[in-house]
């Protein structure tokens, strides 16, 4: 498989911060590790909507709590009161519903884990597509202020719906057992083996967009983000091609809202914030646009800093203000432009003053 | 059955009627001229061929079918190409890369298909490549294949559009002013290149204002004036035809 070489120094990378961590003593920053792949995991999907296909969503963050919030409610509210309804039997027929205990002691009936995943990314997927064919037809301001609604009503659903929790969101959300003996959960027992998973999980989704980048497909997207008439005029069906970049990076975000809220035990209503769609713009930005490896750098690495609580309560000043200087000095993304050539312009322009 | 047919084809912006009642039919294998002054609606009833545009009225037939709610790429997966007036370049990507978009409709990996990297897509890659690459070699641009395309000089742009638009394996190539900037050198070349294709078996519709080039390579003559055709014929009819003489040379 010469074509997955790429994914060597990633490997490395992810064993080297196991190895740094033990060795130093510091094996806690794993937890952060582990949630900044999932974020991670949004960030390399919108990258290939921005980067690539030249859109922009400032929603994702809904996507993300539509996937979380999904799996979070089906596998932890309680059907037990509803067994004689024919959906819950049929589903209970299906081997789709667990059943247990809950804290007091009473019957507990609820959705197993993984059917609660591929419900909350079909949900995901189905909403990118009822969204995304209006929405996809604007651009630029446009656009982005038709998703920033999007993004704003998913989080005032999130906040008022009982169902979701309110402003407390959804806890005692169970581990998902992915493969037998490999769960997705918190603590610190099972730190390092959750890493590896969720790092995993990073590499077939990177492996996945990077051969889609490198393909016909991608090579229309890019086409599209260089001229949407000629493209057209060349076969492509660039309404579809949107549509179909839209729904995966929704699928990856819901995805990352699934598995993170299963490490987490549970989700709230912060994470559908207008304020993490922006985060996650600023990093594809900060990352270079069109790389899916800045995205991916600069997704783990601000995120886990900003988990940290490096930046403290300047957090999401943090990524606005990246966002601003981003647009200023290099809207086509850092890597992208000739900004080296730019400061030294800059610099020289100073000189000669 | 002529390959293109052009029915009372109208289009007005606001009150200006930029296309009015435009009717002609392209033969399979000729090439055929459109000319007019500045502003006679040549461009625009380029994007109403190539349903850039929707009409106000009248039809479009290409290959046997009626173009009426057909979408831009669906008509050029029909197999109709063209190239644009102010050079459309895809930004950001080579001159081989812009050619390979134009391998688009005859080639199939879709989404899952490339994310999975399939077997079949492989081979399929490398003839793509290998095809956009014999292009580029037939347009004398293979030292260029992997020069980002926009940075290229007016002429080698041209002709990446020209190779990306062949590409397409066309039936039908509508050229937009494929002269306009060029010196006479390149002109003449443009013309060789434009005769060899259609030997090819493409049938070209194109626009010029280079009226030595169209006299020269054009089996037919469309002439518009104000968005309606004032004249139509072989060129040595178009040359002395009054009304033509009258629009060009001034009253
Ligand atoms: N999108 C548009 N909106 C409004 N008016 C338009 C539009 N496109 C073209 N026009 C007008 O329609 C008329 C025909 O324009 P068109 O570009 O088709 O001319 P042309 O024959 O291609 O000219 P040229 O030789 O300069 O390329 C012009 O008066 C132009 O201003
Ligand atoms: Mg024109």
Not at chain 2, 117 to 144: Q, Y
Request: glycine share 10%; proline share 3%; with cysteine.
């Amino acid at each position: 498989m010469r074509r997955l070489l790429f994914l060597i120094p990633l490997v490395l990378a992810i064993a080297a911060v196991h190895l740094l961590c033990a060795w130093t003593g510091t094996l806690y920053y794993l937890t952060q590790m582990t949630m900044s792949a999932y974020y991670s995991l949004l960030v390399i999907g919108l990258c290939v909507v921005m980067g690539y296909a030249g859109q922009i969503s400032l929603g994702h963050a809904g996507f993300f709590a539509i996937g979380g919030y999904l799996a979070a409610a089906f596998t932890t509210r309680n059907l037990a009161g509803l067994q004689d309804a024919l959906p819950v039997r049929m589903l209970d027929a299906a081997g789709l519903l667990v059943s247990g205990r809950d804290v007091y002691g009473g019957a507990q009936l609820v959705v197993t884990p993984w059917a609660a995943c591929v419900a909350a990314v079909l949900a995901a997927a189905l909403i990118a597509l009822l969204i995304g064919i209006p929405v996809l037809k604007l651009k630029g301001h446009y656009l982005a202020m038709a998703t920033l609604g999007f993004g704003i009503i998913i989080y005032k659903i999130a906040l008022a719906v009982p169902y979701f929790g309110g402003a407390d969101g959804i806890s005692e959300v169970p581990p998902f057992n992915l493969l037998p003996g490999l769960a997705i959960t918190g603590g610190s027992a099972n730190r390092i083996a959750n890493y590896y998973i969720a790092w995993t999980l990073v590499l077939l989704g990177v492996t996945l967009l990077w051969n889609l980048i490198h393909s016909r497909v991608g090579r229309a997207l890019r086409a599209i983000h260089g001229s949407e008439r000629a493209a057209d005029s060349i076969g492509v069906d660039t309404a579809r091609y949107k549509l179909y970049t839209f729904m995966l990076s929704a699928v990856f975000a819901a995805l990352a809202g699934v598995f993170l809220t299963h490490y987490n035990g549970g989700i709230g209503p912060s994470e559908a914030g207008v304020m993490k769609s922006v985060r996650y713009v600023a990093i594809v930005a900060v990352g270079g646009m069109a790389h899916i490896w800045g995205a991916l750098v600069m997704g783990t690495l601000l995120n886990f800093l900003s988990l940290r609580g490096v930046f403290g309560t300047y957090d999401d000043a943090v990524f606005g203000a990246i966002l601003i200087l981003i647009m200023l000095f290099a809207p086509e993304g850092i890597l992208q432009t000739g900004i080296m050539d730019r400061l030294r312009r800059l610099v020289s322009r100073r000189e000669e003053d | 059955m002529a390959l293109l047919e052009v029915d009372s084809l109208r289009r007005c912006f606001g009150g200006l009627v930029a296309v009015k009642d435009v009717s002609f039919a392209v033969e399979k294998g000729v090439i055929k001229a459109v000319i007019g002054p500045n502003g006679a609606g040549k461009t625009t009833l380029f994007n109403l061929i190539s349903r850039a545009l929707a009409p106000t009225a009248g039809r479009v037939r290409f290959d046997g079918c009626d173009l009426q709610g057909k979408k831009p790429h669906q008509v050029a997966s029909m197999g109709m190409a063209r190239t644009f007036q102010n050079i459309e370049m895809f930004s950001g990507m080579t001159a081989l890369e812009n050619v390979m978009v134009g391998c688009h409709v005859r080639s199939r990996a879709g989404f899952l298909a490339s994310m999975f990297a399939l077997p079949w897509t492989r081979p399929e890659e490398r003839k793509i490549r290998e095809r956009s690459l014999a292009l580029l070699d037939l347009l004398g641009l293979a030292d260029l294949a992997d020069k980002e395309a926009a940075g290229l000089a007016f002429g080698q742009q041209r002709a990446v559009e020209f190779a990306r638009a062949l590409a397409m394996e066309p039936t039908l190539l509508l050229l937009d002013e494929p002269a306009a900037g060029l010196n006479i050198y390149e002109t003449a070349e443009v013309g060789r290149l434009i005769t060899r294709i259609r030997d090819l078996g493409v049938t070209i519709l194109l626009v010029e204002h280079d009226m030595s080039l169209v006299m020269e390579i054009s089996d037919e003559i469309v002439v518009l004036s104000f968005g309606q055709v004032i004249a139509q014929g072989p060129p040595q009819a178009i040359q002395q035809d009054p009304d033509v003489v009258r629009i060009y040379l001034g009253e």
